[in-house]
T-cell receptor
Framework: DAKTTQPPSMDCAEGRAANLPCNHS???????VYWYRQIHSQGPQYIIH???NNETNEMASLIITEDRKSSTLILPHATLRDTAVYYC??????????????FGTGTRLQVTL | EPEVTQTPSHQVTQMGQEVILRCVPI?????FYWYRQILGQKVEFLVS????????KSEIFDDQFSVERPDGSNFTLKIRSTKLEDSAMYFC??????????FGDGTRLSIL
């Protein structure tokens, strides 16, 4: 799986958009970009994933550059409950694949009042 | 929304003892995983399981570890003879193939 690079920490004011960047310059054509977060010591929580198109769900938006070498997770209106470590993970995916997730150190997002 | 449940939430065991961590994956999921996270460190993959056999395992998953799906609902991780360094949070996850993995809230294993 391709390696990802994320800033170690970021701050965001409550109510503002949080934009979390991720570099994955060695991504292959069959690799998806996944985002998870971990609040305190809870289990990682799935947020969103994408292959090449931008994606949006009720939690966040994922913007993937055209060359797929980087992406940005956007939390449109961050709240204190979004304070967590956010992981950008590249993973091969296909039918019948039980491929593992390889977690890095992620970005620690601190949302403040 | 269906979720992965893990029991117990906290397990305290004497070194050298066997421990079994239990997980109930999401009911229609077919792929099962165990990960662990030593305090302050990254989440690490241990093993994946599909069709009643191990699909992949990491270097951490040595002969002291085993997994089993004893019935249609549970997925267990057994550590035969625990060591101090096995102290960690253990997370179970499940997925429908290539769909995202969903994690439980973990079992904190403390080895004394």
């Amino acid at each position: 799986d391709a390696k990802t690079t994320q800033p170690p920490s970021m701050d965001c004011a409550e109510g503002r958009a949080a934009n979390l960047p991720c570099n994955h310059s060695t991504i292959s054509g069959n690799e998806y970009v996944y985002w998870y977060r971990q609040i305190h010591s809870q289990g990682p929580q799935y947020i969103i994933h994408g292959l090449k198109n931008n994606e949006t769900n009720e939690m966040a938006s994922l913007i993937i550059t055209e060359d797929r070498k980087s992406s940005t997770l956007i939390l449109p209106h961050a709240t204190l409950r979004d304070t967590a470590v956010y992981y950008c993970i590249v993973r091969v995916a296909g039918a019948g694949t039980a491929s593992k997730l390889t977690f890095g150190t992620g970005t620690r997002l601190q949302v403040t009042l | 929304e269906p979720e992965v449940t893990q029991t117990p939430s906290h397990q305290v065991t004497q070194m050298g003892q066997e421990v079994i961590l239990r997980c109930v994956p999401i009911s229609n999921h077919l792929y099962f995983y165990w990960y662990r996270q030593i305090l302050g460190q990254k989440v690490e993959f241990l093993v994946s399981f599909y069709n009643n056999e191990i699909s992949e395992k990491s270097e951490i998953f040595d002969d002291q570890f085993s997994v089993e799906r004893p019935d249609g609902s549970n997925f267990t991780l057994k550590i035969r003879s625990t060591k101090l360094e096995d102290s960690a949070m253990y997370f179970c996850a499940s997925s429908v193939g290539y769909q995202p993995q969903h994690f439980g809230d973990g079992t904190r294993l403390s080895i004394l």
